[in-house]
T-cell receptor, first 114, second 114 residues
């Protein structure tokens, strides 16, 4: 099993550019989420989804959009990149409705906005 | 809302010494508790979790954690660390109701010196 796959691994953007971070999982997990990791702040939830067609905001959603058209994919869109969005982004998946279940993480995307 | 505080941002220890990484949480409802580990340039993986029952839980790589409800703590311990334990460790909680969200602490960077 590939688990959770994120692409790209590294990206440099100019301020104002847009891009999509890709996330795919092959474990048939209903629940998927996006986090950003910043030094000294741990991981903060951006958006999450409990199934195809259902998304909701997390702790820091501003500047990001998501959609969930399939169970497998959960892309994160930056509409107009800002230097404050320089971070490492992680996608995670787990079984929905199982609050005690393990979350599986991708390898991360390191994004720099200049 | 729930929150997690990891009391040490960095912990340096010598190889074969014991280590304790401290975690306190705050929540008005019951929670599940987790420790995740992030090795350099990798995603997070589950180390151990507390759901119910015995307050001492054992995880992978010789780590264990003790749940203390009265002190709302979930400290991680290992009696003898190895160079390969160098990583960042994250404590996380999820509430046992409502939206299925993992809330992370700020992380503790464990550095093992030879």
């Amino acid at each position: 099993n590939a688990g959770v796959t994120q692409t790209p691994k590294f990206q440099v953007l100019k301020t104002g550019q847009s891009m999509t971070l890709q996330c795919a999982q092959d474990m048939n997990h209903e629940y998927m989420s996006w986090y950003r990791q910043d030094p000294g702040m741990g991981l903060r939830l951006i958006h999450y989804s409990v199934g195809a067609g259902i998304t909701d905001q997390g702790e820091v959603p501003n500047g990001y959009n998501v959609s969930r058209s399939t169970t497998e994919d959960f892309p994160l869109r930056l509409l107009s990149a800002a230097p404050s969005q320089t971070s490492v982004y992680f996608c995670a998946s787990s079984k929905a409705g199982h609050w005690n279940t393990e979350a599986f993480f991708g390898q991360g995307t390191r994004l720099t906005v200049v | 809302a729930q929150s997690v505080t990891q009391l040490d941002s960095q912990v340096p220890v010598f190889e074969e010494a014991p280590v304790e990484l401290r975690c306190n949480y705050s929540s008005s409802v019951s929670v599940y508790l987790f420790w995740y580990v992030q090795y350099p340039n990798q995603g997070l993986q589950l180390l151990l979790k507390y759901l119910s029952g015995s307050t001492l839980v054992k995880g992978i790589n010789g780590f264990e954690a003790e749940f203390n409800k009265s002190q709302t703590s979930f400290h991680l311990r290992k009696p003898s660390v190895h160079i390969s334990d160098t990583a960042e460790y994250f404590c996380a909680v999820t509430v046992i109701q409502g939206a299925q969200k993992l809330v992370f602490g700020q992380g503790t960077r464990l550095t093992i010196n030879p």
